[in-house]
C-alpha cells in the first residue's frame, strides 16, 4: 500500500482536489492520500518545482508523488509515469518534474497512453479527474508501471533559476512566498556559506540592508526585513511578526544581493 501525494493549483474553494481525491478512493478504497498543497500559484510551474523538489524525499518510500499544476491540459503535451529508486512521480510533461528528478536519477519514464485505466469520457479540461488520479490510484494497487504505456528516455527540463556569483557578489530572486508571506529566496544555505566563506556581508532588498543572519523569527528587527535561513536551507526575509510581502514587498520580482567585504 503505497502512500499519494498530491500537489495541485486547484485551490480549496472549488471541487478539483477532493474529486480526485474520491476517484482515487473509488479505485483503491485504502489509498494513503497526503495533501501537499493545493495552493500553487495558478498555472506557476516553477513555483510547483520548487515546491516538489524541496518537498518528495521527507515523504516514506514508494509514495507516489502526484502533480496537476497544467497549464497545457488537452494539449499535444504527454502524460508521464516515473519511477526513481525510492519514489514514483506523475504528472504532465511540463517540466515540472525535472528539479526533482535531477538528483534521482529516473529508473523508468512511461508515456501514459492506454487509455483502459482513464475516466470515461475523458474531459479535455480536468486530466487530474480523468487521467493522473486513475493512474496513481491503480499504481498504489501495484499495477506495473509497463501497463499504463511505453518507456520513453526523455522528459521535458524545466531550469530553476539559480543564485548568480559575481565577483564580491552573490545575487538572487525570490521564487515563493510562503502562508506568512516570507520571501524564500534561490541562495541556499549552501551558495552563502561557500561564497561568504570568513568575511563580514551584507544583504541588500529593495531600499534595505541587512547585516546578520537570524537563528529565529523572533531575533527579527521589529518593522524591518531580516534574514534567516529556513527549514529546507534557503535564505529567507522575513518580518517579525508580519507579511514582509504585504508589509514591505508587495511586488516580489525583485533581486536580492549578498555583499561580502
Do not use: W
Not at 524545466?158 to 559575481?166: D, E, K, M, N, V
Request: hydrophobic share 40%; with cysteine; net charge positive.
Amino acid at each position: 500500500m503505497r502512500f499519494i501525494s498530491l500537489l495541485t493549483d486547484f485551490g480549496d474553494k472549488d471541487n478539483f482536489a477532493g474529486v480526485m481525491k474520491g476517484v482515487i478512493l473509488k479505485i483503491n478504497p485504502q489509498a494513503k492520500i497526503v495533501d501537499l498543497s493545493h495552493n500553487v500559484t495558478p498555472q506557476n510551474i516553477f513555483e510547483a518545482a520548487f515546491l516538489l523538489q524541496s518537498s518528495f524525499k521527507y515523504f516514506p518510500k514508494d509514495t507516489i508523488h502526484l502533480v496537476v499544476v497544467d497549464p497545457g491540459v488537452g494539449s499535444k503535451r504527454r502524460k508521464l509515469l516515473v519511477k526513481t529508486k525510492d519514489y514514483y512521480f506523475v504528472a504532465p510533461d511540463n517540466g515540472v518534474l525535472s528539479p526533482a528528478l535531477k538528483g534521482e536519477g529516473p529508473k523508468k519514464i512511461v508515456e501514459i497512453t492506454n487509455d483502459r485505466y482513464f475516466l470515461k469520457p475523458v474531459s479535455d479540461t480536468f486530466h487530474g479527474r480523468d487521467v493522473f488520479a486513475p493512474i496513481a490510484a491503480h499504481l498504489s494497487l501495484g499495477e506495473r508501471i509497463g501497463a499504463f504505456g511505453r518507456r520513453v528516455e526523455t522528459i521535458k527540463h524545466l531550469a530553476l533559476p539559480l543564485a548568480r556569483r559575481l565577483k564580491n557578489k552573490l545575487i538572487g530572486k525570490i521564487v515563493y512566498v510562503d502562508h506568512f508571506g516570507n520571501l524564500v529566496t534561490n541562495i541556499t544555505r549552501a551558495d552563502f556559506a561557500d561564497f561568504i566563506k570568513d568575511c563580514r556581508f551584507k544583504i541588500h532588498i529593495a531600499n534595505y540592508q541587512i547585516n546578520k543572519i537570524s537563528r529565529s523569527y523572533e531575533e527579527g528587527e521589529k518593522g524591518r526585513p531580516s534574514a534567516i535561513f529556513d527549514s529546507f536551507d534557503n535564505l529567507e526575509i522575513f518580518l517579525g511578526q508580519a507579511s514582509a510581502k504585504e508589509r514591505l514587498f508587495p511586488n516580489t520580482d525583485i533581486s536580492v544581493e549578498v555583499l561580502k567585504y
